[in-house]
């Protein structure tokens, strides 16, 4: 009986209110047939989707898509000019760098590395900041003041400085690389989970599922994270775009994966001494991130405003 009482004052929580306010009789905020339609009315968000499905699959079939290996080169076609410019060559569509190595497919295959890094370091940085956000939130206390005094430290150094300082220490490697963005990730998580943990465990619902004599360990996952799903979802999608282009600084600062790692960072840093000369060495990965981190970018501001029904009432 008490669990039935329970599930019955969780419908009246932010999650009903939300299903009502978005107009479609109820229906989930996160339905698949929702979003799709939503998803195909909005242009700039099926942009976004697009492109970022075929950033996927070129990841996904990089051998089959790029004609030569990341590392391939022959010095005999060093520095060739893109195939529809004078002297250059149809082998080689984008051109050659300095070691000769085609400079399409090492765009190519560093989607992988920028897609590992954008992805992995999101979902890491959420994992850590949404636990020690909802921990702190909810049961407040001593721990509340620690990852609240310490994620207040972190986000009070410039990111940028943060970053370069780790990295020079940890040294250079994708897995170090993933490792850094997750953890310098994770306060901004922190703070948005704790502020909203703040706000829905004084909301009638939550106080009335714990009346009933229900534990954290039930109110948690059944009550609280459930709301926050929306702006998680949301801020997680940006950061993807943000840790692609921090990953490509790096990179171009020489602190990213090792030299022989096909990423578009480290191709912007080998071409930027003969930007003057041979631009292509660094237009080329320089295009590949704009438009990479558009696609994600239009797709996360249709995503926002598809699962927030404060949107649906403007």
Known sequence: MTRALERRTAGNGPGANEAAANGDGGESLFAPRRLWRLLRRDAAGMTGFVIIVLVVLTALFAPQIAPYGPTEGDFMSARLPPAWMEGGSSAH???????????????????????????????????????????????????????????NLLLSIPYL?????????????????????????SPLFVRVA??????????????????????????????????????????????????????????????????????????????????????????????????????INLFGDWLRDAIDPRAQER
């Open 161 to 185: 400085v943060l970053v370069i300082v780790i990295a020079t220490v940890l040294g250079r490697s994708l897995t170090n690389v993933i490792l850094l963005f997750g953890i310098t990730g």
């Open 93 to 151: 569509l984008l051109g050659t760098d300095q070691l000769g190595q085609d400079v399409f497919s090492r765009i190519v295959y560093g989607t992988r590395v920028s897609l590992s890094v954008g992805v992995l370091g999101a979902l890491m940085a959420v994992t850590i900041g949404v636990t020690l956000g909802l921990l702190a939130g909810y049961f407040g206390g001593w721990f509340d003041t620690l990852v609240t005094s310490v994620t």
């Open 194 to 295: 704790r502020g909203e943990v703040l706000r829905l465990k004084r909301l009638a619902y939550v106080e009335a599922a714990v009346g009933l004599g229900a534990t954290a360990g039930r109110i948690i996952p059944m009550h609280v994270l459930p709301n926050l799903v929306g702006p998680l979802v949301t801020l997680a999608t940006f950061e993807v775009s943000a840790m692609i282009f921090y990953e490509s600084g790096l990179g171009f600062l020489g602190l990213s994966v090792p030299p022989d790692v096909p990423s578009w960072g480290n191709m912007l840093a080998l071409g930027r001494q003969f930007l003057t000369i041979y631009p292509w060495l660094a237009v080329f990965p320089g295009v590949a991130i704009a438009i990479t981190a558009l696609g």
